[in-house]
């Protein structure tokens, strides 16, 4: 009985220790509700800075999106802002009103937290790829060091001749074995794609914007790597069999590209977004200081004939030459 | 070698170094022991010991000699704790460590480390009991994110002091005070505000300019005096006891002013069975309610203590072994930087070491 007695102690006070390492926190919607329901724009705003350096990224993307939702007019409500991650509809709206409006200064800074927290929440923060970030960034062509500042520039040579159907190629291959569900989620890639295009557009003078140029360069990536990909438009590129056998045997690529249907086949509203995102990246190569021409991609039109993602890294490639 | 050598330049800038005013709750001359951390961080009618001359001087019994020793990590201590006794075994392995991406991933975010070693007397002195003691504090902070390098941060701050006290019974009121005397000063930034915002994309190497180049005289760096003064005042209604109690910093390092902490809370015993809740920083306009709300409960059979409460929403834990002249503490605790609950955690533990004779 004495032993059963010091047994269940135990348990208890193990049990308690490992629940009080979860960082579970009973008091943080009281908070949130109130700001969200009553805070002023500067008190939104730096509860929202607070909210994302402490990692809590569903406040600080609700705080911050509450400041956007009055910037753009939006009418967002407060439990929609809440649960803004998981809003594909509210995300695209989002997106699609930033890319369409001049903003404010409150609205930028508010873009800024709301781009590093979505990023945060869904998983698709440079964070979340610190593993493999330096590869990644040296495998779509990017210069690290001129990035992250140091002296070393020459990271990857450049060559003369552009290949986009080599380019995209070997990006399709590292955006798939990037991190598990990074290119999953059109939605939210395309919010992070036009807020680092907007912010590097506000930041042009800025020493912040070559870290947004470089990830927004990153979310272009896998926006047209999700278009591709995607066939059944879901937003989630992880269910297609294509992504499955990439994950599996990285080095077939090519082989399984060309038994694989392309996401912009008999697709126009994909390919009409597919050239967009593409133009986009000509924009973060400049404050990047990529010296590479891009080279013209056919137009919407003609991405929507090729049946096999080879056959549309084959047209891309055609009047890369 | 060159996507070593960009790593390695990467990791170098990122140790270096938001414009961000966080509310600090460790600093110099001010701390709480592991049974306030795992109690929720209640401490206005719970303190004992030689904390209490500091959190509420009221409540100040003489326990003859004591010593104390704690450690506060953070929740990277294993990754941390393995890099540092790896270096130390082979220093060259510095360059090979800093392509370690384990390490990278455990060192992003918010985390601090912070030491607090300390010994002093207390005795009765007729019906006054009177108390003393002296500590060596310190801490380090920083703050990465690689979707943040134009604010990464980075602070160490060192503090040594000593404090005395003492406090008086009158039937169920007590009263206490306490004054104390210490230098401190930021060994990181050596200039400016704390902790050091760099912007590594613009000036990675300005963020050098701010850190000491030798590390063998820090003490040189801990060149401010402050001065620290706490009052206190308890009051027990039966197994219910009200109190209250100012700390009061002249010069605090971190938010480089003067600082009033003023806290005030109920605690109610049963038998082994302690409940206590307080309103802590009450003075502070920039917290919400919830932030100072902190509750916690303890049970204590004199060889086992278990504590547990919840800080700014927060849940915390601890145990306690007293086995006569030493106690020995375990508590997992937040610590909460932001003015609202659960927005800036940073989960940290401590084991800890008191002994008295």
């Known amino acids: ?321 | 070698m060159k996507k070593l050598l960009t790593l390695i330049s990467l990791m170098l800038v990122l140790f270096c170094v938001g414009i961000f005013a966080y509310q600090w709750e460790e600093f110099p001359g001010f701390f709480k022991p592991f049974e306030s951390l795992a109690m929720g961080g209640v401490y206005t009618t719970t303190a004992q010991g030689l904390s209490a001359l500091v959190l509420n001087p009221a409540l100040y019994e003489p326990q003859g000699f004591e010593m104390f020793f704690y450690p506060f990590v953070s929740n990277n201590l294993f990754s941390v704790g393995s890099v540092a006794s790896q270096l130390i075994s082979n220093p060259a392995s510095l360059t090979e460590l800093a392509s370690n991406t384990e390490l990278l991933n455990s060192m992003l975010g918010i985390h601090s480390y912070t030491m607090l070693s300390g010994a002093g007397y207390g005795d009765n002195i007729g019906d006054v009991s009177v108390g003393g003691f002296g500590a060596l504090q310190g801490s380090v902070f920083w703050n990465i994110s690689l979707d943040s390098l134009d604010s990464a941060e980075l602070g160490t701050w060192l503090a040594y002091y000593g404090v005395v006290g003492a406090s008086m019974e009158f039937d169920n009121l007590s009263f206490g005070a306490s004054v104390g005397v210490g230098m401190n000063g930021s060994v990181i930034p050596t200039t400016g505000s704390y902790p050091l915002t760099v912007d590594l994309l613009s000036d990675p190497e300005g963020a050098l300019d701010s850190i000491p180049s030798d590390f063998s005289n820090i003490l040189a760096s801990v060149n401010k005096a402050f001065f620290v003064t706490s009052i206190g005042a308890a009051y027990d209604i039966g197994s219910l006891r009200l109190a209250g109690s100012l700390f009061v910093n002249t010069a605090e390092l971190l938010r480089n002013t003067q600082l009033y902490w003023l806290t005030v809370g109920a605690s109610y015993n049963w038998n082994i069975l302690t409940v206590a809740v307080e309103l802590e920083d009450v003075l502070n306009q920039s917290k919400s309610l919830w932030r100072k709300l902190n509750m916690g409960a303890s049970v204590d059979w004199d060889f086992l203590e278990l504590y547990g409460g919840l800080h700014a929403g927060w849940l915390t834990g601890g145990i306690a072994l007293d086995m006569k002249f030493v106690k020995i503490g375990f508590a997992s605790y937040v610590t909460e930087y932001s003015s609202y609950a659960g927005f800036t955690p940073e989960q940290k533990y401590t084991i800890t070491i008191n002994g008295n004779f």
């Open chain 1, 1 to 321: 009985m004495r032993f059963k007695g010091i047994a269940i102690t135990w348990i208890v006070v193990l049990a308690a220790l490992l629940v009080s390492s979860c960082g579970i926190n009973l008091f943080r919607s009281f908070d949130l509700d109130s700001l969200l329901s009553t805070g002023t724009t500067e008190e939104k705003l730096s509860s929202a800075d607070e909210a994302l350096n402490g990692g809590s990224y569903t406040e600080a993307l609700a705080l911050a999106g509450s400041v956007l939702s009055e910037e753009l007019n939006l009418d967002i409500g407060v439990e929609d802002l809440k649960t803004l991650i998981d809003s594909t509809e509210t995300l695209l709206d989002l997106a699609e009103t930033i890319a369409a409006t001049d903003l404010s200064e409150d609205a930028i800074s508010a873009l800024e937290i709301v781009v590093k927290a979505a990023a945060g929440a869904s998983g698709k923060s440079l964070d979340d790829l610190a593993d493999s970030l330096i590869e990644i960034g040296q495998d779509l062509g990017l210069d690290m060091g001129a990035i992250l500042g140091s002296a070393d520039k020459s990271v990857k040579e450049s060559s003369d001749e552009f290949d986009i159907g080599e380019f995209i190629e070997t990006s399709v291959a590292t955006m798939i074995n990037m991190a598990e569900g990074f290119i999953d989620g059109r939605e939210i890639l395309k919010l992070l794609l036009v807020g680092c295009h907007e912010l590097v557009d506000s930041t042009l003078t800025a020493d912040s914007s070559p870290m947004y140029a470089f990830s927004g360069l990153i979310y272009d990536f896998s926006y047209l790597s999700n278009l591709i990909i995607d066939l059944d438009d879901d937003g989630t590129v992880s269910d297609e069999e294509f992504f499955d056998n990439v994950s599996t045997n990285p080095a077939s690529v090519v082989y399984y590209s060309q038994q694989a249907t392309s996401g912009l086949y008999e697709d126009l509203e994909d390919s009409e977004e597919f050239v967009w995102a593409y133009d986009l990246i000509e924009t973060f190569f400049g404050v990047l200081g990529i010296d590479e021409a891009l080279p013209e991609i056919p137009d919407s039109e003609t991405l929507t004939v090729p049946e096999t993602i080879f056959d549309l890294f084959e047209t891309l490639g055609s009047d890369a030459s």
